[in-house]
């Protein structure tokens, strides 16, 4: 399926910097919009647009619609998602075919500190958003889920059709959250919804709150890192180039009586590597590229974390996805960007 305008919500964060470039480079024209919010470091979020070709000055501007100096075809807009009168007029200015929402407040931890920013972003805006695609006649939604629906289940690897009613932080009920408000939109309003559950995305631009960044920043100067559950926790790690290719399947392949899991015109994958590795294990690798040992803070389990994930992507896999990049390859390239960068 071809689309003429996408929209990509979040297009200052880690995957929807990824994911703009991507889709620019195979010819679509692209409106990211973000609000840009402190929860970690602006300068990152600026950096990444201007990797994109999209001034600081420019993206600091709320009412002026910015035009990318290396593509032609990509505007940026500084917006919040839950802004119930500028999110509709974009809609109707611009004439979306589909929408990548991407933009939320992530974080598990920060979930505990400011419980209202994800009820603003994650609760108010998403809806925000439903209402704008199903007022304007949106081809397909694809949006971010999260891995982190799964809570404690036993069962590995996790399946989509596994239960998911027992969310171990608040993040992660929004998340679930999402899920049902997409799937009543699906079958009230025929708005074809793809969630993706993504799985522990890594590598460059990434997150500094998340543990390749603050492991990497660690080491280099040598403060301790923090290793909780005393080391004994699994992730399934996924590189940002698989999590991307994995969207735009996904894009292409909107639910239909013959697609993947069709619910009332709505799916569900998980989008991992499907390989969880242990964490010391990446540690290991980490030291190696980075060639310091680490400091090692042994902690207990954090309130609100799990002690492993892991991805069945078969429902994904069927539709052509496949995670391609080994986690030593993919910590290398992390690795080199990180010497390059100031982040």
């Given at each position: 399926?071809?689309y003429n305008?996408?929209?990509?919500t979040?297009a200052a964060?880690?995957?929807?910097h990824?994911?703009?470039?991507k889709l620019?480079?195979?010819g679509?024209?692209?409106?990211?919009?973000?609000?840009?919010n402190?929860y970690y470091?602006?300068?990152?979020?600026?950096?990444?647009?201007?990797?994109i070709g999209?001034?600081?000055?420019?993206?600091?501007?709320w009412?002026?619609?910015?035009t990318?100096?290396?593509?032609?075809?990509?505007?940026?807009?500084r917006m919040?998602?839950?802004?119930?009168?500028?999110?509709?007029?974009?809609?109707?200015?611009?004439?979306?075919?589909?929408?990548i929402h991407?933009?939320?407040?992530a974080?598990?931890r920060?979930?505990?500190?400011?419980?209202m920013?994800?009820?603003?972003?994650?609760?108010?805006?998403?809806?925000?958003v439903?209402?704008c695609c199903r007022?304007?006649?949106i081809?397909?939604?694809?949006?971010a889920?999260?891995?982190?629906?799964?809570?404690?289940n036993?069962?590995?690897?996790f399946?989509e059709?596994?239960?998911?009613?027992?969310?171990v932080?608040?993040?992660a009920?929004?998340?679930?959250?999402?899920?049902?408000?997409?799937?009543?939109?699906?079958?009230?309003?025929?708005?074809?919804?793809?969630?993706?559950?993504?799985?522990?995305?890594?590598?460059?631009?990434?997150?500094?709150d998340?543990?390749?960044?603050?492991?990497a920043?660690?080491?280099?100067?040598?403060?301790?890192?923090?290793?909780?559950?005393n080391g004994?926790?699994?992730?399934?790690?996924?590189?940002?180039?698989d999590?991307?290719?994995?969207?735009?399947?996904t894009?292409?392949?909107?639910?239909?009586?013959?697609?993947?899991?069709p619910?009332?015109n709505?799916q569900l994958?998980?989008i991992?590597?499907?390989s969880?590795?242990?964490l010391m294990?990446?540690?290991?690798?980490?030291?190696?590229?980075?060639?310091?040992?680490?400091?090692?803070n042994?902690?207990?389990m954090?309130?609100?974390?799990?002690?492993r994930?892991?991805?069945?992507?078969?429902?994904?896999?069927?539709?052509?996805y496949?995670s391609?990049?080994?986690?030593r390859?993919?910590?290398?390239?992390?690795?080199k960007?990180?010497r390059?960068?100031?982040?």
């Amino acid at each position: 399926m071809k689309y003429n305008k996408i929209l990509v919500t979040g297009a200052a964060g880690f995957i929807g910097h990824a994911l703009c470039k991507k889709l620019l480079e195979q010819g679509y024209a692209v409106y990211g919009l973000d609000n840009i919010n402190d929860y970690y470091t602006v300068d990152l979020k600026y950096a990444r647009l201007a990797d994109i070709g999209i001034s600081r000055g420019d993206a600091e501007e709320w009412d002026l619609p910015a035009t990318s100096s290396f593509y032609d075809n990509f505007h940026f807009v500084r917006m919040n998602v839950e802004d119930r009168d500028k999110l509709p007029a974009l809609f109707k200015e611009v004439n979306f075919d589909a929408v990548i929402h991407l933009a939320a407040q992530a974080g598990v931890r920060y979930s505990l500190e400011n419980p209202m920013a994800y009820v603003d972003s994650n609760l108010v805006g998403f809806v925000n958003v439903l209402e704008c695609c199903r007022h304007n006649s949106i081809q397909h939604l694809v949006y971010a889920s999260s891995s982190s629906v799964y809570g404690e289940n036993e069962k590995v690897p996790f399946a989509e059709e596994d239960r998911v009613d027992y969310p171990v932080s608040l993040y992660a009920a929004t998340k679930k959250a999402n899920e049902l408000m997409a799937h009543t939109y699906s079958h009230l309003y025929q708005l074809p919804t793809s969630g993706l559950r993504f799985f522990t995305v890594y590598g460059p631009w990434g997150r500094p709150d998340m543990a390749p960044m603050l492991f990497a920043s660690a080491i280099t100067e040598g403060r301790p890192i923090k290793v909780f559950n005393n080391g004994e926790m699994r992730r399934d790690f996924t590189y940002i180039d698989d999590i991307v290719n994995g969207i735009i399947i996904t894009l292409n392949n909107p639910p239909t009586a013959k697609g993947q899991r069709p619910i009332a015109n709505s799916q569900l994958f998980n989008i991992g590597n499907g390989s969880p590795v242990h964490l010391m294990e990446f540690i290991e690798v980490m030291e190696r590229e980075l060639g310091q040992k680490a400091k090692k803070n042994m902690m207990e389990m954090q309130l609100g974390d799990v002690p492993r994930t892991w991805a069945d992507t078969s429902q994904l896999n069927a539709l052509g996805y496949e995670s391609t990049t080994d986690m030593r390859d993919g910590v290398r390239k992390f690795v080199k960007w990180y010497r390059s960068s100031k982040y």
